[in-house]
C-alpha cells in the first residue's frame, strides 16, 4: 500500500536551475496539495488541485508551478532556484476537497538551493 | 486572519510523565481541526480530527480535546516511542475545505 509517493528524496541545486519535484498518489484522491516546511514555521501551502485539470494557487505561490494531467500525479516544478526556496517539500491527498476528510502526506523531498 | 499557535515548542518528559501540548487558534469559523505526528526524516502522520468544542478522541496514551479557542493533545503515561514532533492544523470558513493552516508543532522528547 503505496499511498503517497515523492521523488526524489534529496536534492542539492545551484541557484538559477530547475527541477520538478514528483509526487503520485495511488488512492485515487481528488484532492492533492504541495506543502514547504521551514525550521519555526508550519507547513505552508504552496499550491493544490481538487481534479485532474484543476490547480490553484495557495499562500506561497512565487517561484513554483504546478499541473496534475492525471488523478495520481501533481508535480510541482520550480522554475528558477533561489535560496529562499531551500526547505523540506511535502506533497498530501485527500479524498475529496468538498470535506474535512484527513490528507495523507508523503515524506517530504529535502530540497538545497546552493 | 486565521492563526494557528502551538506551545510549548519543545517539552522533554520523563517516562510516565503526564502531560498535555496546547494548540490555540484564531479563524473565522471552523470547519476541522487535526492533530498530526512527524517523525525525523517523514511526513506529518494523521492522528484525530475534531470537529466541534467539546469533542473528545482518542487512541492509545493520546487523547486530543476542542474548546472554541483551543486544543489540547494529552499525553498519559508516555513511552520514548511517543517521542516525536507534534503538528495541528485547521480548516476554516474563510479558507475553505482547501487550505489546512498548520501550528509550527510542538517538539516532543520523552526519555526513560
Known amino acids: 500500500n503505496a499511498g503517497v509517493t515523492q521523488t526524489p528524496k534529496f536534492q542539492v541545486l545551484k541557484t538559477g536551475q530547475s527541477m520538478t519535484l514528483q509526487c503520485a498518489q495511488d488512492?485515487?484522491?481528488?484532492?492533492m496539495s504541495w506543502y514547504r516546511q521551514d525550521p519555526g514555521m508550519g507547513l505552508r501551502l504552496i499550491h493544490y488541485s481538487v481534479g485532474a485539470g484543476i490547480t490553484d494557487q495557495g499562500e506561497v505561490p512565487n517561484g513554483y508551478n504546478v499541473s496534475r494531467s492525471t488523478t495520481e500525479d501533481f508535480p510541482l516544478r520550480l522554475l528558477s532556484a533561489a535560496p529562499s526556496q531551500t526547505s523540506v517539500y511535502f506533497c498530501?491527498?485527500?479524498?475529496?476537497?468538498?470535506?474535512?476528510?484527513?490528507?495523507?502526506f508523503g515524506d517530504g523531498t529535502r530540497l538545497s538551493i546552493l | 486572519e486565521d492563526q494557528v499557535t502551538q506551545s510549548p515548542e519543545a517539552l522533554r518528559l520523563q517516562e510516565g510523565e503526564s502531560s498535555s501540548l496546547n494548540c490555540s487558534y484564531t479563524?473565522?469559523?471552523?470547519?476541522?481541526l487535526f492533530w498530526y505526528r512527524q517523525d525525523p526524516g517523514k511526513g506529518p502522520e494523521f492522528l484525530f480530527t475534531l470537529y466541534s468544542a467539546g469533542e473528545e478522541k482518542e487512541k492509545e496514551r493520546l487523547k486530543a480535546t476542542l474548546t472554541k479557542k483551543e486544543s489540547f493533545l494529552h499525553i498519559t503515561a508516555p513511552k520514548p516511542e511517543d517521542s516525536a514532533t507534534y503538528l495541528c492544523a485547521v480548516q476554516s470558513v474563510s479558507g475553505g475545505y482547501n487550505k489546512l493552516i498548520f501550528g509550527a508543532g510542538t517538539r516532543l522528547a520523552v526519555h526513560p
Open positions: 488512492m485515487n484522491h481528488e484532492y
Open positions: 479563524v473565522s469559523g471552523l470547519r476541522g
Open positions: 498530501a491527498s485527500s479524498y475529496s476537497f468538498q470535506s474535512n476528510q484527513p490528507q495523507h
